[in-house]
Nanobody, 118 residues
Framework: QVQLMESGGGLVQAGGSLRLACVASGDPLGMYYMSWYRQAPGKEREFVATISGSGARTKYASSVKGRFTISRDNERMSVYLQMNSLKPEDTAVYYC???????????WGQGTQVTVSS
């Protein structure tokens, strides 16, 4: 199993940037697909980005493509989400998730709040 802890959230003005980090412990991180999801108040949790175990493949939600970049450092047991050109609609709690294969059980972190003011 893997345990996850996110950090890096905060309050930022529209157009600004934040970098989220997710630090893992337990199993070697390279065996997991790693993803970022987000959940805004009153809405369901939604997919943001995912990266393969080696980092060779990434996928993004259309709403963040071109603005967000997911990356990973398996030696540091860490995954990152660089968020640029932030918009008020990006306001949400951001969660890091780990899956052995896509579609399997997701191990979640506790989340980190991102608030973008207009």
């Amino acid at each position: 199993q893997v345990q996850l802890m996110e950090s890096g959230g905060g309050l930022v003005q529209a157009g600004g940037s934040l970098r989220l980090a997710c630090v893992a412990s337990g199993d070697p991180l390279g065996m997991y697909y790693m993803s970022w999801y987000r959940q805004a108040p009153g809405k369901e949790r939604e997919f943001v980005a995912t990266i393969s175990g080696s980092g060779a493949r990434t996928k993004y939600a259309s709403s963040v493509k071109g603005r967000f970049t997911i990356s990973r450092d398996n030696e540091r047991m860490s995954v990152y989400l660089q968020m640029n050109s932030l918009k008020p609609e990006d306001t949400a709690v951001y969660y890091c998730g780990a899956q052995v294969v896509l579609g399997s059980k997701i191990y979640w972190g506790q989340g980190t709040q991102v608030t973008v003011s207009s």
